[in-house]
């Protein structure tokens, strides 16, 4: 059974940073599509980094500059690093991939792109304050 986990949303202040973790299962991992996106309160959805299936990297308007993915392939494992946290960086962040039969997705944030994931985990929760 295909599964995603994201983890390490905090509450956190301004400045400091967070890795966030999304947990692969049930699918091969290595070589797969995995996208990590963003939805605060009333906004779009946004695409903030994803990791190709060729290993190449593809970084949102979010992403650019002070986040940085990285991938764990022993682990199953995606990585968001997010260093000098804003307050507008608060958000549910969720990780999602493409599998045969995915099924599980975000209403507002599948459509949007670059790749049509399929199959989304349940997001974890950033929030920061000024």
């Known amino acids: 059974e295909v599964n995603l986990v994201a983890s390490g949303g905090d509450s956190v202040q301004a400045g400091e940073s967070l890795r966030l973790s999304c947990t692969a299962s049930?699918?091969?991992?290595?070589?797969?599509?995995m996208g990590w996106y963003r939805q605060a309160p009333g906004n779009k959805c946004e695409l903030v980094a994803m990791?190709?299936?060729?290993?190449?990297?593809t970084y949102g308007r979010p992403g650019r500059g002070r986040f940085t993915i990285s991938q764990h392939n022993a682990k199953n494992t995606v990585f968001l690093q997010m260093n000098e946290l804003k307050p507008e960086d608060t958000a549910v962040y969720y990780c999602?991939?493409?599998?045969?039969?995915?099924?599980?997705?975000?209403?507002?944030?599948?459509?949007?792109?670059?790749?049509?994931?399929?199959?989304w985990g349940q997001g974890t929760q950033v929030t920061v304050s000024s």
């Open positions: 999602a991939t493409d599998v045969p039969n995915g099924g599980r997705i975000v209403e507002d944030c599948w459509l949007l792109g670059p790749k049509l994931f399929n199959y």
């Open positions: 049930g699918f091969t991992f290595e070589g797969a599509d």
């Open positions: 990791v190709n299936k060729d290993g190449s990297i």
